[in-house]
């Protein structure tokens, strides 16, 4: 076997050419990783990591190798002991960057339980055995929908939007309103019954569906309409009206998150980025259950199970602006997320904790050094820090941005 140092590597990460990324040559992924962007090519999110399905690349002297056959041959060296024995030699995270030009589909992820069960039922659509919390950090901004509103606010859409009351039913809408001041427990199963019609329906009524989501879009005013309502005028003309998503707008919180707040995502949560750049941290999984504004494969019995239905403002992790360093504490074992900001000439002595470690220039430049030499990272470059090397020194040659993904020890 080939000698492996404890040094920093470089990494070539594949783009995933997703449709709702962006495109042209003002793309948010080409000009951060410095490239040119191919014409009408969607440009929607580098994986840094060892997913089975994009891996990424380890440049050792010139030499491009898979990240994932690099750790199953040197697991310790990569991972560390705690690390490679907790998660069973996989490296636990997986890292992203997100452009969101359209609307990514609203859905939910599984629990670890509900994954190993749904990948033993159907590996097709649920190729990974693991859950994927995941937190999601605006670079510029970013507008998301994300968990079902407080239940006043479930109440109030029902009344504002009969389109939508009636196509899911007197009965079960009358039985929502009457849980107005019943225990939490109570209005989330009112609020299950509730969503479990309207998606259900959505499928085996879908001509209703359109029907409700024409009188509605009919209704409304572009002029004078709300933001949700804009929403679901330009999802309708995308979708024909036949999909469940359109109503989920009004029933999701809406969130608009700054550049450098952040957002954890649980288990069972409903949720989807609108527009905006972002780095985006996960379990090692690519599990998604859809529930709508998709022409992809929903699994709606799947969709109504595994939703928590919690009603609540989503939590905005901030991250204050000026900070030399951010850290995102959210309650995953997988990864722990923070930025480092530094000035021309500043340094930082660190050290990998025994952990894998995965540096992401978002801007500026930096030289790492170790005991047997030094490189230079530039804006939109990744490098993977393997656990044994154990200390190492970050210096910033312009002001810089670096974020920084490991495993909480």
Known sequence: MAPFDPRPYPLVNRIQPYAWGARGEDA??????GIAAEADAPYAEPWMGAHPSAPSQAVADGTPVSLRQLIARRPREILGEAVAERFSGEL???????????????????????????????????????????????LDSLTALVGFKPFPGILETLERYPEMAGFIGAEVVASARDA???????????????????????????????????????????????????????????????????????????????????????????????????????ANS?????????????????????????????????????????????????????RLRMQPGQERAESTGGGPQILLVTAGEAIISWEEGNAAFRRG??????????????KATTSSEIFRVQVPL
Do not use: W
């Open 180 to 282: 107005r001041g019943a225990s939490l427990q109570e209005r989330s199963a009112r609020l299950r019954a509730l969503y479990a019609t309207l998606v259900e329906r959505s499928v085996a009524h879908a001509d209703e569906l359109v029907s409700a989501t024409g009188r509605l879009a009919e209704r409304l005013d572009a002029r004078t309409a709300r933001e949700e309502e804009r929403l679901f005028l330009d999802m309708r003309r995308k979708y024909s009206g036949a999909d469940a998503g359109l109503f989920t707008i009004f029933l999701l919180n809406l969130l608009h998150l700054k550049a450098g707040q952040g957002i954890f995502t649980k288990a069972g949560i409903p949720h989807a980025y609108l527009k905006g750049n972002i780095v985006e941290c996960m």
């Open 286 to 338: 690519d599990n998604v259950v859809r529930a709508g504004l998709t022409p992809k494969f929903k699994d709606i019995e799947t969709l109504v199970d595994i939703l928590t239905y919690e009603m609540a403002p989503p939590a905005i992790i901030e991250g204050d602006a000026d900070a030399a360093e951010v850290v995102y504490r959210t309650p995953a074992d997988e990864f722990q997320v923070s």
């Open 28 to 33: 948010f992924i080409p000009r951060l990783l």
């Open 381 to 394: 470059q990744s490098v993977l820090l393997p656990a044994f090397l154990s200390g190492f020194e970050l």
């Open 92 to 138: 636990p995270f997986l890292f992203k960057v997100l452009s969101t030009a359209e609307a990514l589909s609203i859905q939910a992820h599984p629990t670890k339980e509900q994954a190993r069960l749904l990948h033993a039922r159907d590996p097709e659509h649920y190729p990974d055995d693991n859950h994927k919390p995941e937190l999601a950090v605006a």
